[in-house]
């Protein structure tokens, strides 16, 4: 049950960051536009919460590189975020916290998938 916790603190910095970027972004974008430059975070919890769930029901290898694959779309992300992003630059400093948060949930779920318990 302690992954449940730990599975919370990692996500819960990532929707913030998220959160942080959807507020701060300018009323004039489109909202599309401010969820395509804010979704980094939130699609990294989803993709964390996705491996920690499969993995108290099972173990594959084939799941855990479908999912390492998958972790594709948050870089995605961070990537349109810093190019498009018309809120304030300073904002860009919560990817010093996201991006390690976002790189040991992918394997901590990578490998509790792969393998199982750590």
């Known amino acids: 049950m302690e992954i449940f916790f730990w599975a919370g603190v990692p ?3 990532m929707i913030y960051v998220s959160y942080a970027y959807f507020r701060a ?3 004039d974008a489109s909202l599309g ?7 980094h ?12 769930l499969i993995s108290t029901f099972e173990r ?7 999912l390492l694959g998958l972790y594709l779309v948050p ?6 975020s810093l190019q498009f992003y018309r809120g304030p ?14 790189l040991y ?14």
């Open 89 to 102: 630059n300073a904002m860009h400093a919560l990817q010093f916290l996201n991006v390690p948060v976002i």
């Open 41 to 52: 975070g939130a699609s990294a919890a989803g993709l964390y919460l996705c491996a920690v």
């Open 60 to 66: 594959s290898q084939y799941i855990a590189a479908i």
């Open 25 to 27: 972004d300018r009323n």
């Open 11 to 13: 996500c819960l910095v």
């Open 105 to 118: 949930t992918a394997f901590i779920g990578l490998v509790r998938v792969a393998v199982g318990e750590i």
């Open 75 to 80: 870089s995605v992300l961070i990537i349109i």
């Open 33 to 39: 536009f401010r969820i395509a430059t804010s979704a």
